[in-house]
């Protein structure tokens, strides 16, 4: 399917597996919507704080922040630097 298709179907049936699968897709929107699923389903915490301080690609880190914000505010304060 293509890279809207993708997107379209996290957004309306998003689950943390699902999430965490679409973190290696090939388009840099569905991979940003993924991120945004992790705090919006409440995911593992870890994931997002991995991707805050290990993602190459800053918008990819900006969203996990913000989803690691949504999981666990400790947490995410404690990453920023």
Do not use: F, K
């Amino acid at each position: 399917p293509s890279p809207m298709v993708r997107y379209q179907a996290l957004r309306v049936a998003g689950t943390c597996e699902r999430a965490v699968a679409a973190l290696r897709d090939t388009s840099a929107h569905v991979q940003l919507v993924a991120v945004d699923l992790l705090g919006e389903r409440r995911c593992e915490p870890a994931i997002a704080d991995s991707l805050v301080r290990r993602a190459t690609d800053w918008r990819v880190r900006a969203h996990a922040l913000v989803a690691l914000a949504r999981i666990d505010s400790v947490r995410a304060r404690a990453a920023l630097p």
